[in-house]
């Protein structure tokens, strides 16, 4: 098992450039989630989902619009990026709400 | 909204000594996590623990909702036990509120 897997690990990109982050797991999980995380803070919940074909809100939705088209995947969008987005991006997956949440490993993004 | 605190922010320990960690919130909670942070980055799940007490291994963690505070132990720390742990009690359904982290730095 690969558990929970991010493309791409690194990434720059200029101003009013738009990407696309994956994540994909293989535990079956229900719900996934996506975190920011900016240097010397903790993490940050931007959108989360409780099953493919929805998705929600969380504390910093803002700049990024997601999709779970299939259950396993998650995938974070950027319309035009902004320096203000420049951060870790963490994805992860829980089997119930809110449980146990394993962690892919992180996409470093900086937008110049 | 809800405030998280973590204390001590910084610990150095000598390998084998023991710690406890602080993570204060201000409002009730749902309920609580505890990760940590390996200095590669990479985030693991400690526990899951609205109240009561948790052990696993050498590390425990205790969450006395009532009085809206957390507390993990360290026993016997390691070097692998290096980096940051951060709480994140969730206030409601749809929030989780990470704290700032306590950094963790183990010396052989």
């Known amino acids: 098992n690969a558990g929970v897997t991010q493309t791409p690990k690194f990434r720059v990109l200029k101003t009013g450039q738009s990407m696309t982050l994956l994540c994909a797991q293989d535990m079956n999980h229900e719900y996934m989630y996506w975190y920011r995380q900016d240097p010397g803070m903790g993490l940050r919940l931007i959108h989360y989902s409780v099953g493919e074909g929805t998705t929600a809100k969380g504390e910093v939705p803002d700049g990024y619009n997601v999709s779970r088209l299939k259950k396993q995947n998650f995938l974070l969008g950027l319309e035009s990026a902004a320096p203000s987005q420049t951060s870790v991006y963490f994805c992860?997956?829980?089997?119930?709400?809110?449980?146990?949440?394993?962690f892919g490993p992180g996409t470093r993004l900086t937008v110049l | 909204g809800i405030q998280v605190e973590q204390s001590p922010p910084d610990l150095i320990l000598q390998e084998g000594a023991n710690s406890t960690l602080r993570c204060n919130f201000s409002?009730?909670?749902?309920?609580l996590q505890w990760f940590h942070q390996n200095p590669w980055g990479q985030l693991i799940n400690l526990f899951y623990?609205?109240?009561g007490t948790k052990q696993n291994g050498r590390l425990s963690a205790t969450t006395v909702a009532t009085e809206r505070y957390s507390l993990l132990y360290i026993s016997s720390s390691q070097t692998t036990d290096s980096g940051v742990y951060f709480c994140?009690?969730?206030?409601?359904?749809?929030?989780?509120?990470f704290g700032p982290g306590t950094s963790l730095s183990v010396i052989p």
């Open positions: 623990i609205p109240s």
């Open positions: 994140a009690p969730r206030p409601s359904y749809d929030k989780v509120i």
């Open positions: 409002d009730s909670v749902n309920n």
């Open positions: 992860a997956s829980s089997y119930e709400g809110w449980n146990e949440q394993f």
